[in-house]
């Protein structure tokens, strides 16, 4: 990965369309099964090396490989694949979504009114289920969940563009599944600071840090 796949286009100009499908998630298998180590991707991202992405449904998936396949360019593409969403009810598509359409590097809530949100939770991968459930059973209406596909490159404009209808001021939360010193959270707050596109303050709910990818032995 180090001396190959992220580097051989600065190093020699060559390009490269691998496509690597890693688990990623915690799944209670322990912390061998838990973590692809995400943050380690996002550490070797510069100069648009590689494309890092988890997506959330089938369909994104679909499009997301048929774009790998038709690019001309070609980049290396990393992405992170939770188990439990090959059987998770929720992660469905429908054939139009299929047919139509192209892979959406963020996901907008289209649940909740933006003049009533209160609180944005930008997450990636599986846990946005666990977050949507929590919300439904609680029924709040001042929460909006926003899905992050792709993590490199992220684009700030089409992430500042995603939050416009939110009032400043509203506090975004990164949720992630991964302990604090892993996962997204560090490449995030090294390229926005404590502010998100200067108008939320950006904070973290993750677990405590830990030197193990997930609990268990």
């Not at 990965?1 to 020699?12: G, H, R, T």
């Not at 790998?68 to 054939?95: G, I, N, Y």
């Not at 991968?125 to 929590?134: I, S």
Request: proline share 6%; with cysteine; net charge positive.
């Amino acid at each position: 990965l180090d001396q190959f796949i992220c580097s051989a286009e600065d190093k020699w100009q060559l390009l490269s369309g691998i496509t690597l499908l890693l688990p990623h998630g915690f799944e209670g298998l322990g912390p061998e099964h838990s973590s692809a180590r995400m943050e380690r991707f996002l550490t070797l991202a510069a100069e648009d090396n590689l494309q890092v992405v988890q997506p959330t449904t089938p369909a994104q998936f679909f499009h997301l490989l048929r774009r790998q396949a038709l690019r001309r360019w070609r980049k290396p593409l990393v992405v992170f694949t939770p188990k439990s969403l090959l059987r998770h009810p929720q992660a469905v598509s429908t054939l139009e979504e299929f047919t139509h359409g192209s892979f959406a590097r963020l996901i907008e809530d289209t649940t909740t009114e933006a003049s009533r949100v209160r609180r944005v939770l930008l997450c990636t991968g599986k846990v946005y289920y666990d977050l949507a459930a929590h919300r439904t059973e609680k029924e709040p209406n001042d929460v909006a969940i926003v899905r992050v596909e792709q993590l490199y490159p992220l684009r700030a404009e089409l992430l500042e563009k995603t939050l416009l209808p939110y009032a400043d001021g509203t506090p975004v939360c990164w949720v992630q599944e991964e302990p604090s010193n892993m996962g997204v959270w560090r490449y995030l707050r090294e390229r926005f600071g404590k502010k998100l596109c200067a108008r939320f303050p950006l904070a973290l709910v993750s677990r405590a840090e830990s030197a193990s990818p997930a609990t268990g032995s």
